[in-house]
């Protein structure tokens, strides 16, 4: 066992979270898709700062106005202020886990992108006692992330995800799920999604050298069928947190 690492009973009674996991990929790649089956399965809170920000938007609030604005050019948001909402979830989490709601830790989805972002989650665990478990890069060749990206819809309605060569009811407007309108992501029409995949090799990249550092990072294919990817990662998970004897 590694020294300091403490028993899921230790973690249980001191109300401290056993697990924190990053889901590391490019765009496209399948974090959000992953991270929908792990959370529940494993007791983790998702904690994707994409959604925070649609959510935000959703809510018509002039922070929402100025956010659209950065998410539909395929910008990232400034550092403060997705750090300071990052926080402010973490602390929302910490008193979940007091009420003893059975959350086990926290599943990182687009969070952290910059190195900021990094060493300020840093930060924040580290003020809890705390520390990231383990990293998992989603692994996918750039010409699968293109076509991926160019071809997603979305349901305004009920969020449901298509994409135009999987499911041929994507190309219409209107969801078959819900009625609600079928669009495409402004973020995933081809300049933005250039911005976003450079941006991505300019400053979230180099964070897989820095968990690497930390010998806390797996990379996982990510170019195969969605249970596939789901069963790698979950044995990275349970291997690294029971290597940790939090299990
Ligand atoms: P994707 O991973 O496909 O970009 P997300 O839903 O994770 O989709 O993010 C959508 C957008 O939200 C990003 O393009 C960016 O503008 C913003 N965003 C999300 N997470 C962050 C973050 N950690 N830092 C800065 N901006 C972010």
């Given at each position: 066992m590694e020294t300091g690492a403490c028993s899921a009973q230790d973690a249980r009674t001191s109300g401290i979270f056993p697990v924190h996991v990053i889901l590391m990929g490019?765009?496209?790649?399948?974090k959000g898709t992953q991270a929908a089956l792990l959370g529940p399965e494993l007791k983790l809170a998702r904690i994707a700062t994409g959604d925070m920000f649609r959510a935000e938007i959703g809510s018509g609030s002039p922070l929402g106005v100025e956010l659209r604005a950065i998410l539909d050019r395929g910008d990232l948001v400034p550092d403060d202020l997705t750090n300071s909402i990052v926080r402010g979830r973490i602390a929302h989490l910490v008193e979940t886990r007091a009420n003893g709601e059975g959350v086990e830790g926290a599943l990182f989805d687009g969070?952290?992108?910059?190195d900021a972002q990094a060493r300020a989650l840093d930060d924040i665990l580290a003020d809890l006692?705390?520390?990231?478990?383990s990293v998992i890069e989603i692994d996918v060749p750039r010409d699968v992330l293109i076509r991926r990206l160019s071809g997603r819809r979305i349901c305004v309605g009920c969020g449901a995800v298509t994409h135009v060569e999987s499911s041929p009811?994507?190309?219409?407007?209107?969801?078959?799920?819900?009625g609600g309108q079928v669009i495409q992501r402004e973020d995933d029409k081809p300049d933005a999604i250039s911005r976003r995949l450079a941006l991505y090799d300019q400053e979230t990249a180099p964070l897989l050298d820095y968990y690497a550092s930390q010998g806390k990072l797996t990379q996982v294919?990510?170019?195969?069928a969605i249970d596939d990817v789901h069963v790698s990662i979950l044995a990275v998970i349970q291997l690294r947190t029971t290597a940790r004897g939090a299990v």
């Open positions: 490019a765009q496209g790649s399948g969070f952290p992108r910059t006692h705390e520390t990231v478990t009811s994507s190309g219409e407007v209107i969801c078959d799920r819900c294919d990510g170019d195969r």
